[in-house]
């Protein structure tokens, strides 16, 4: 019979000791049909013939070690296998005597090719003992100095032996790397892929040179161990970049999408590894902690790639997010189906401080011209859907309203919201921004409202100026209450807006009542031609929306207005004017208090509290029209006490108007002086001291 030429090999004498005198004992696996049982007892055979090499290698007999080993080994192995078959029982293995199995024969080397063959049918360990064996035979034939003369020779095998130990090198990276691509796990393949690191460990002890002196490719430590964890390494790094990425021109949530599937996929890998890989290696190994650093180092390094590249202001936020709130969270590395071998305690930052420190600087770049174009977005729809449309404004609660305060504060909570979700600085840097961008925002609006309002003429002016006066308002409260914003510059934006909006608003109310002040006392004027509500009608489609408008500015500015018409209506009537009969004169005197009558009801339905300015235009009308001048002295004297501010010139100009002559009005006045310099003038209840007085004064 003949042996298995892959599963026997012969193991070299030591040169000291004679053929008669040695013992070699051979624990033989012929009887086996088990080719994993063959593969031990040849390993243990390997380990004695390694210790007998060794043995070999410290001879001082250097004559002895010049014969040829390998054939006297051979000869040494069948003279063995004979003595052993002599007194061996004739069962193999518990199984009846097979005499073509049990019969010894002699063994036969393998060649490099054979032993190749053997690698690549990933029968690792059968392969490993037979290099080994060419390895230990071509230290020993070196200490026997046999290539003195053809060191050629000793080269190549050498190279041999080094080619054959990196091929099993290339099937350990191919075996780790296919445990997480291959759908089925081949358990054998791994535990005897354990096995092969630690006899390799075993047979090179790790020291720093190499066995041979005459080459630094035998007997060195082959390190199989640290290249499982660079395959792991390698594994994990293919894995991640596996994970499907569209372009952004096939999908515009790609970068989503990707990581998505990065982390389905590769949490499926470690619940693979948790579940079935980790039984096959020995708890030294601690498997799972290796491939989650792994998976965590490749990770990073996707990542801080990904960073590097053109990425929008949603793509930015997608990224920090994933780091910072998917990646250790019970969608990915703290699945219950993970715990407890998955653990993240130690593991590394998954980017740089620099790196998150960029990316989150970015991010806040990115948001600068988001948070610009939001604001414009809002801007057009005003004008676009309001504006130009004229659409009314709403009302809420008796105050005109418009969305725009609460967009911006919608924006703005959205986006703090967001990166607080990151971290608190970068929440901080948002609402910094925010601010930033609508201390620019709102001159922008003032502006383009202010365009439009002076292009045309349009009902909806007032309203919603008044509306957005209010919601500005709101802006700031909803500012300091909800984001404790510090809104002293933003206030005084707002107050600058507000007083050019008062501005735009007074000076369209002048422009439709001037023409109709300046009537007063013209003849047409006396006899009637318009209605005395006229003025008020007018003064009311701007007025009227004052009540709408959030206290105290609504109230302050229909003060203003009411005062204005009252100002300039006295202004109308003190000009000089042609001299009027007494007829004339009562007409005059009727038709100013019945309009004074009007005016004062417009404004009280209205709602102003400048009860003050009521009797301002009735005191005049009655000094016009009165017959009796006792009358009119203590008309006189009722209206310097009611309006403190009144001076001289207006005094004798409205006694002018009622055609006294200048003795007579300077009499009045001389007696009325005292009273007036008695009273007291109320703060901001100026009136008279507003009126311009004519220069010339007719006289009657």
Same mark, same amino acid.
């Given at each position: 019979?003949?042996?298995?030429?892959?599963?026997?090999?012969?193991?070299?004498?030591?040169?000291?000791?004679?053929?008669?005198?040695?013992?070699?004992?051979?624990?033989?696996?012929?009887?086996?049909?088990?080719?994993?049982?063959?593969?031990?007892?040849?390993?243990?055979?390997?380990?004695?013939?390694?210790?007998?090499?060794?043995?070999?290698?410290?001879?001082?007999?250097?004559?002895?070690?010049?014969?040829?080993?390998?054939?006297?080994?051979?000869?040494?192995?069948?003279?063995?296998?004979?003595?052993?078959?002599?007194?061996?029982?004739?069962?193999?293995?518990?199984?009846?005597?097979?005499?073509?199995?049990?019969?010894?024969?002699?063994?036969?080397?393998?060649?490099?090719?054979?032993?190749?063959?053997?690698?690549?049918?990933?029968?690792?360990?059968?392969?490993?003992?037979?290099?080994?064996?060419?390895?230990?035979?071509?230290?020993?034939?070196?200490?026997?100095?046999?290539?003195?003369?053809?060191?050629?020779?000793?080269?190549?095998?050498?190279?041999?032996?080094?080619?054959?130990?990196?091929?099993?090198?290339?099937? *350990?990276?191919?075996?780790?790397?296919?445990?997480?691509?291959?759908?089925?796990?081949?358990?054998?393949?791994?535990?005897?892929?354990?096995?092969?690191?630690?006899?390799?460990?075993?047979?090179?002890?790790?020291?720093?040179? =190499?066995?041979?002196?005459?080459?630094?490719?035998?007997?060195?430590?082959?390190?199989?161990?640290?290249?499982?964890?660079?395959?792991?390494?390698?594994?994990?790094? #293919?894995?991640?970049?596996?994970?499907?990425?569209?372009?952004?021109?096939?999908?515009?949530?790609?970068?989503?999408?990707?990581?998505?599937?990065?982390?389905?996929?590769?949490?499926?890998?470690?619940?693979?590894?948790?579940?079935?890989?980790?039984?096959?290696?020995?708890?030294?190994?601690?498997?799972?902690?290796?491939?989650?650093?792994?998976?965590?180092?490749?990770?990073?390094?996707?990542?801080?790639?990904?960073?590097?590249?053109?990425?929008?202001?949603?793509?930015?936020?997608?990224?920090?997010?994933?780091?910072?709130?998917?990646?250790?969270?019970?969608?990915?590395?703290?699945?219950?189906?993970?715990?407890?071998?998955?653990?993240?305690?130690?593991?590394?930052?998954?980017?740089?401080?620099?790196?998150?420190?960029?990316?989150?600087?970015?991010?806040?770049?990115?948001?600068?011209?988001?948070?610009?174009?939001?604001?414009?977005?809002?801007?057009?729809?005003?004008?676009?859907?309001?504006?130009?449309?004229?659409?009314?404004?709403?009302?809420?609660?008796?105050?005109?309203?418009?969305?725009?305060?609460?967009?911006?504060?919608?924006?703005?909570?959205?986006?703090?919201?967001?990166?607080?979700?990151?971290?608190?600085?970068?929440?901080?840097?948002?609402?910094?921004?925010?601010?930033?961008?609508?201390?620019?925002?709102?001159?922008?609006?003032?502006?383009?409202?202010?365009?439009?309002?002076?292009?045309?003429?349009?009902? *909806?002016?007032?309203?919603?100026?008044?509306?957005?006066?209010?919601?500005?308002?709101?802006?700031?409260?909803?500012?300091?209450?909800?984001?404790?914003?510090?809104?002293?510059?933003?206030?005084?934006?707002?107050?600058?807006?507000?007083?050019?909006?008062?501005?735009?608003?007074?000076?369209?109310?002048?422009?439709?009542?001037?023409?109709?002040?300046?009537?007063?006392?013209?003849?047409?004027?006396?006899?009637?031609?318009?209605?005395?509500?006229?003025?008020?009608?007018?003064?009311?489609?701007?007025?009227?929306?004052?009540?709408?408008?959030?206290?105290?500015?609504?109230?302050?500015?229909?003060?203003?207005?009411?005062?204005?018409?009252?100002?300039?209506?006295?202004?109308?009537?003190?000009?000089?004017?042609?001299?009027?009969?007494?007829?004339?004169?009562?007409?005059?005197?009727?038709?100013?208090?019945?309009? =004074? =009558?009007?005016?004062?009801?417009?404004?009280?339905?209205?709602?102003?509290?400048?009860?003050?300015?009521?009797?301002?235009?009735?005191?005049?009308?009655?000094?016009?029209?009165?017959?009796?001048?006792?009358?009119?002295?203590?008309?006189?004297?009722?209206?310097?006490?009611?309006?403190?501010?009144?001076? #001289?010139?207006? *005094?004798?100009?409205?006694?002018?108007?009622?055609?006294?002559?200048?003795?007579?009005?300077?009499?009045?006045?001389?007696?009325?002086?005292?009273?007036?310099?008695?009273?007291?003038?109320?703060?901001?209840?100026?009136?008279?001291?507003?009126?311009?007085?004519?220069?010339?004064?007719?006289?009657?």
């Amino acid at each position: 019979m003949e042996l298995d030429t892959r599963s026997v090999t012969s193991e070299p004498a030591s040169p000291m000791n004679s053929p008669g005198e040695e013992k070699m004992e051979v624990a033989s696996e012929l009887s086996s049909s088990d080719l994993q049982s063959r593969d031990s007892g040849f390993f243990e055979r390997g380990i004695k013939t390694m210790l007998s090499i060794r043995k070999s290698k410290r001879s001082p007999n250097k004559e002895k070690g010049k014969e040829d080993t390998g054939t006297w080994n051979a000869k040494k192995l069948l003279r063995t296998l004979r003595s052993y078959e002599e007194n061996k029982p004739t069962i193999c293995n518990g199984v009846e005597k097979i005499g073509e199995i049990c019969e010894p024969v002699e063994a036969k080397p393998l060649s490099v090719m054979e032993i190749n063959e053997l690698i690549q049918k990933r029968q690792l360990l059968e392969a490993f003992a037979s290099i080994r064996l060419m390895e230990d035979e071509t230290i020993s034939e070196w200490d026997a100095e046999k290539y003195n003369d053809n060191p050629q020779e000793f080269v190549r095998k050498c190279k041999d032996v080094d080619l054959l130990y990196n091929s099993i090198t290339n099937a *350990i990276q191919s075996i780790v790397e296919g445990t997480l691509e291959d759908p089925t796990l081949e358990h054998t393949l791994l535990t005897s892929m354990v096995t092969l690191i630690a006899r390799e460990e075993a047979a090179h002890p790790n020291t720093d040179s =190499a066995a041979c002196p005459g080459s630094d490719l035998l007997g060195r430590p082959r390190k199989w161990r640290e290249q499982w964890r660079e395959a792991i390494n390698e594994s994990a790094r #293919k894995r991640v970049l596996k994970a499907p990425m569209a372009s952004r021109e096939e999908a515009t949530s790609w970068l989503d999408l990707h990581l998505h599937f990065l982390q389905e996929h590769l949490r499926e890998d470690l619940l693979k590894i948790k579940l079935s890989v980790k039984k096959c290696y020995p708890e030294e190994y601690l498997v799972c902690d290796t491939y989650v650093e792994a998976f965590h180092n490749a990770i990073a390094s996707h990542l801080q790639e990904l960073s590097q590249g053109p990425l929008d202001f949603h793509e930015l936020y997608t990224l920090l997010d994933w780091v910072a709130n998917t990646y250790h969270s019970e969608l990915f590395l703290g699945h219950p189906d993970l715990k407890p071998e998955v653990k993240t305690e130690n593991l590394s930052l998954l980017l740089t401080p620099a790196d998150w420190d960029k990316l989150k600087n970015n991010y806040i770049a990115s948001a600068k011209g988001k948070i610009k174009s939001y604001f414009g977005n809002i801007l057009r729809l005003e004008v676009t859907e309001k504006w130009e449309k004229e659409a009314h404004s709403e009302e809420k609660e008796n105050l005109y309203h418009a969305s725009l305060a609460f967009d911006i504060q919608t924006i703005i909570g959205q986006h703090m919201k967001l990166s607080g979700a990151i971290s608190r600085g970068l929440e901080t840097k948002m609402l910094e921004l925010c601010v930033a961008e609508l201390l620019e925002f709102i001159p922008r609006f003032e502006q383009e409202f202010t365009a439009w309002s002076t292009a045309q003429d349009s009902p *909806i002016f007032v309203p919603y100026l008044v509306a957005y006066i209010n919601s500005f308002q709101d802006l700031v409260s909803g500012l300091e209450t909800a984001f404790k914003v510090n809104t002293e510059e933003l206030q005084k934006i707002l107050a600058a807006l507000t007083r050019n909006f008062t501005n735009i608003f007074l000076t369209k109310l002048r422009t439709k009542a001037q023409p109709l002040l300046k009537k007063i006392l013209t003849k047409n004027w006396i006899l009637a031609m318009e209605g005395p509500d006229t003025l008020a009608s007018a003064v009311s489609q701007f007025s009227e929306h004052l009540q709408h408008m959030r206290e105290p500015l609504g109230q302050e500015l229909l003060q203003e207005v009411h005062k204005y018409v009252v100002k300039e209506y006295i202004t109308q009537v003190i000009k000089p004017r042609w001299k009027m009969n007494r007829e004339t004169r009562q007409q005059v005197s009727r038709k100013m208090s019945l309009e =004074a =009558a009007i005016i004062r009801d417009t404004f009280i339905d209205q709602g102003s509290g400048a009860n003050w300015l009521f009797p301002a235009i009735d005191h005049i009308a009655n000094i016009i029209g009165e017959k009796k001048k006792d009358k009119i002295k203590a008309y006189v004297k009722e209206l310097c006490q009611d309006y403190p501010d009144i001076r #001289k010139e207006h *005094i004798l100009a409205i006694l002018a108007l009622r055609g006294l002559g200048r003795a007579r009005r300077a009499a009045i006045f001389r007696q009325v002086h005292h009273a007036q310099e008695s009273s007291e003038r109320g703060e901001g209840s100026t009136l008279f001291a507003e009126i311009d007085v004519p220069v010339i004064i007719s006289c009657f």
